[in-house]
């Protein structure tokens, strides 16, 4: 049997399972040799905390630059981003244990990283890591991402990402999202875990001005500093080419792309979403979303309640939109009875519809629930939004595709036998609407800034091309046609053969 491991600490052993301090000092530990003998050598305790978020500094904002050569932009960091939220797949167990893998890479190998988690998540992967971990309460958390958070990993499918911005909905500015395929199908998701080295590498270092083969040799930091300097004695020098001296403690992996090579973005567009009662009064605030709650937590979506002796909507605080990134859907729910449903398209009376239900989607949302029931398939670059009906009873109420900017209405028509019927925002926030109640949709505007380029979508960090195009066509379409043909199987033929002309 061998003997048991001890620790020595200011002349005290005790059992190292006896030993769990907060903040714990360096210690030696030996291990008793068969000749009676002692083996030195020393280490740091783990530290598998849980800390508040709100301790962390605010985010750091990057900028967006557009360039003639590509539709897609340019992502620039003014810093190295330092808050990360981690949002691996819930009830996979696989996927948690490369979400621990993938936090103890870029812990170790990029200094001054915060890693954040969602609460359920946090409790289930911090007894995997040795250093501390932040998170925020369900009630907290939504407010606090938007506050803190610089760049957002997600591991999982397309349920993942959706998942991830739907924490940002009632925001006009959504962090950068890096996602890797990890789930059923992922269209969505740009980069396979096993390439999560170079994808972080890429993307963390998108924006260090002076393309270099590693920070931390010596001329690199003299040139650093030099930089530094030289922009102290001519403050109206561009910021822009010089790098940050944080990116200096950045060990051996950490490179340079130069401003040529930056990490690419999609801006994907978004839904602007209000519900509106029978007075006309918003009512977003009582649509609650299921992605602040802990699995396993019952949900209720409540109705509209007036409070006691005033008749009058009970606020918690003004939220006039909510934004969904794949669509907005109303459905006849458990009712028996198909759905009849008034559709106005810039104030303008379209149709009644008679059907499951209806969609209004985003370009992105085309290739989701749209697609399921009939919809077009739209490039997620087309600034549009989509009308898809659910299994209508006319077989002439074809899908539509409008311009982004369309204001459409849907109201419930007094021939609905059902008395409410269910809105749901991205499958993650539900209510049910009656007679009377609105759903007005609008996409939302993509606003360019002084400070940071872009306002509003969701930027999500897009895989490099693999093949090189002067006009930039070629980087622009390389993962949606990817995705069409090997994850959709686009007009793939029947028996065993490949597509023509598919290489």
């Not at 750091?60 to 990360?84: C, D, E, F, G, M």
């Not at 924490?167 to 740009?190: A, D, K, N, R, W």
């Not at 924006?207 to 030289?230: K, M, W």
């Amino acid at each position: 049997m061998s003997r048991p491991l001890f620790l020595a600490r200011n002349r005290h052993v005790r059992p190292i399972a006896t030993m769990v301090p907060k903040q714990p000092p360096r210690m030696t530990v030996f291990r008793r040799l068969p000749g009676g003998g002692v083996r030195h050598f020393s280490v740091s305790a783990a530290r598998r905390q849980i800390l508040d978020l709100a301790a962390l500094p605010d985010r750091i904002v990057p900028h967006y630059q557009q360039t003639k050569a590509s539709s897609l932009l340019s992502l620039i960091w003014p810093q190295p981003p330092r808050n990360v939220l981690l949002m691996p797949k819930l009830h996979a167990p696989h996927v948690i244990v490369s979400a621990a893998e993938f936090a103890k890479h870029i812990y170790t190998n990029y200094p001054g990283l915060s890693l954040v988690f969602e609460s359920h998540v946090a409790n289930t992967i911090h007894h995997q890591l040795p250093f501390p971990i932040y998170t925020a309460a369900p009630a907290e958390a939504t407010a606090l991402f938007a506050n803190k958070i610089d760049l957002v990993t997600t591991m999982g499918g397309d349920g993942t990402i959706l998942r991830a911005a739907s924490l940002f909905s009632m925001h006009h500015q959504v962090p950068p999202i890096l996602s890797f395929s990890m789930g059923t199908l992922g269209f969505l998701g740009e980069w396979k875990f096993q390439e999560y080295k170079r994808a972080w590498r890429e993307c963390y270092m998108s924006g260090c001005s002076v393309a270099v083969e590693d920070l931390v040799e010596p001329h690199t930091q003299v040139a650093a500093r030099q930089a530094a300097n030289a922009h102290l004695t001519d403050p109206h020098k561009d910021d822009d080419t010089l790098p940050s001296p944080a990116w200096d403690a950045v060990r051996g992996n950490g490179q340079c792309m130069g401003l040529n090579r930056t990490s690419k973005v999609l801006l994907r567009h978004r839904l602007r979403v209000g519900i509106y009662d029978a007075q006309g009064r918003n009512i977003n605030e009582h649509l609650i979303p299921t992605s602040t709650a802990d699995p396993g937590d019952d949900i209720t979506y409540p109705s509209p309640v007036s409070a006691p002796g005033t008749g009058e909507i009970t606020k918690k605080a003004p939220i006039p939109y909510l934004h969904a990134i794949n669509e907005v859907s109303i459905d006849r729910g458990a009712h028996p009875h198909l759905a009849i449903i008034d559709i106005y398209v810039n104030n303008h009376f379209l149709t009644e519809a008679v059907a499951d239900g209806i969609l209004i989607s985003t370009p992105t949302g085309s290739t989701a629930y749209s697609l399921s029931a009939g919809g077009s398939i739209v490039h997620p670059l087309v600034k549009s939004l989509l009308i898809t009906p659910i299994s209508p009873r006319s077989l002439s109420f074809r899908p539509l595709v409008l311009p982004l900017n369309t204001k459409v209405v849907l109201k419930l028509s007094k021939r609905n036998r059902g008395r409410e019927l269910p809105v749901s925002i991205d499958g993650k926030r539900r209510v049910a609407v009656s007679h009377g109640m609105e759903v007005r949709v609008e996409g939302e505007r993509l606003e360019k800034t002084v400070e940071h380029g872009w306002r509003g979508g969701v930027p999500c960090v897009i895989r490099s091309s693999s093949k090189g195009d002067t006009d930039g066509i070629a980087e622009d379409d390389d993962s949606w046609v990817g995705g069409l043909n090997g994850l959709l199987k686009f007009n793939y033929p029947f028996g065993s053969g490949e597509p023509e002309g598919q290489h």
